[in-house]
């Protein structure tokens, strides 16, 4: 019995893949018809049930906005560091320097190391004024800090505009592969907390002394609806598949990933999954390869209110308890209680499910 259960350990990760799923027909409308987009929103309820990552072809996001988005990471985190130090600052935006945060704490675990969270990042994101016409507070959005980099904020924002239109276009997939109307998550999302985080992944030079397993970013979910991440092919993310495996993912030629935030778990009663993720850059003689990544998180409006959708209460159907939904939660007390745990170090106790993967996945 436990051979047979090892047997069926070793397939579930050998079969393991993050699958490509074509975006074209959404993106490129007039060139499809709705089977072809039916077909599309098909493909993506079954990565989101099997993997609640994905690999998107066809996005529209033109090569140079992403030779745009890297070049000015590059210009921004080689600069000295206290020039990116002198754009620190209390909100969810500018520079957050190694070590300062630690992910896993959004999750209500300690980290299993002290050498967790080896990344530096510059956060950009919307701003309560980006939406015209509503009174909305800047204190739950985050005001923009820029550093003094040629062309830097002209690139970071044609790559920002990019990546929300591909945010909004899966939110319409989503829907439609829900069985709800196409422009349902519209009131979720019209005027939604939008932070793109860029992350470079490298030691300072000279000698480290490993302190236990090196991880390059913590275990952990995203907080929002769903997040489109551009990473560099260099090793490093690893997603937990529902086996409860660690597993390399690297994005195949011109790919953007996207995954799931715990909000879409909510609002699917975990039939799509918020999958669990976190980075480990290879160490090569002591020496951490360079990697970057850039993710958008698309979290849905401030005050939204995100319930478990009606057809989504029984969860017995896919292995849940029949009846069991999430408590309702607005964007606004969801992220906080994130952001509370990864960046003030307050573990966050509210994450239960979460937080209970993460444990399993170390036994
Ligand atoms: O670096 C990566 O590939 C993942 C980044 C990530 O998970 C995040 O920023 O939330
Ligand atoms: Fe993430």
């Known amino acids: ?111 299993a190391n002290r050498m967790n969270d080896f990344f530096e990042a510059f956060n950009v994101g919307a701003e309560a004024r980006s939406y015209a016409g509503l009174d909305l507070d800047e204190a739950d959005y985050g005001l923009n800090v820029w550093p003094d980099v040629a062309g830097f904020r002209e690139r970071v924002e044609a790559y920002f505009a990019e990546a929300g239109r591909v945010a909004r276009t899966l939110l319409r997939v989503f829907a439609a592969a ?50 489109v991440l551009w990473a560099d092919q260099v090793a490093g993310l690893q997603v937990l598949g529902r086996e409860g495996g660690w597993h390399d993912v690297s994005p195949v030629d011109g790919a953007l990933l996207v ?9 699917t009663n975990d039939r799509w999954m918020s999958t669990l993720h976190r980075v480990k850059p290879p160490v090569v003689d002591g020496r951490i390869l360079r990697r970057r990544s850039a993710a958008y998180f698309h979290d849905g409006n401030v005050d939204a209110v995100v319930a478990t959708l009606p057809s989504h209460l029984d969860a ?39 937080a209970a993967r993460v444990l399993a996945s170390r036994d």
């Open 1 to 111: 019995m436990v051979i047979e259960q090892e047997q069926a350990q070793d397939v579930a990760v050998r079969d393991f893949a993050v699958p490509v799923v074509d975006l074209g027909p959404w993106v490129d409308v007039d060139a499809y018809d709705d089977a072809a987009r039916a077909r599309v929103a098909r493909e993506l309820d079954a990565a989101c049930q099997a993997v609640g990552f994905v690999q998107v072809l066809g996005h529209g996001v033109p090569d140079a906005a992403v030779a745009g988005l890297a070049s000015a990471m590059d210009d921004f985190f080689g600069l000295p560091l206290p020039d990116k130090r002198a754009l620190e600052v209390p909100a969810n935006r500018g520079y957050s320097a190694p070590k300062s945060e630690s992910l896993s704490l959004s999750l209500g675990v300690e980290p």
């Open 178 to 227: 829900l069985d709800l109307p196409t422009g349902y998550f519209e009131d979720l999302t019209d005027h939604s907390i939008d932070v793109l985080r860029m992350n470079n992944y490298a030691l300072p030079p000279g000698e480290i002394t490993l302190d236990g397993e090196l991880t390059g970013m913590g275990e952990h979910t995203d907080f929002g609806l769903v997040t």
């Open 259 to 267: 995954n799931l935030g715990d909000l879409t778990a909510h609002l």
């Open 316 to 354: 017995s159907a896919w292995g849940g308890t029949p009846g069991e939904a999430y408590a309702p939660v607005t964007v606004r007390d969801h992220i906080a209680a994130k952001l509370a745990g990864s960046r003030q170090g307050r573990v966050n106790v509210s994450a239960v499910r979460e």
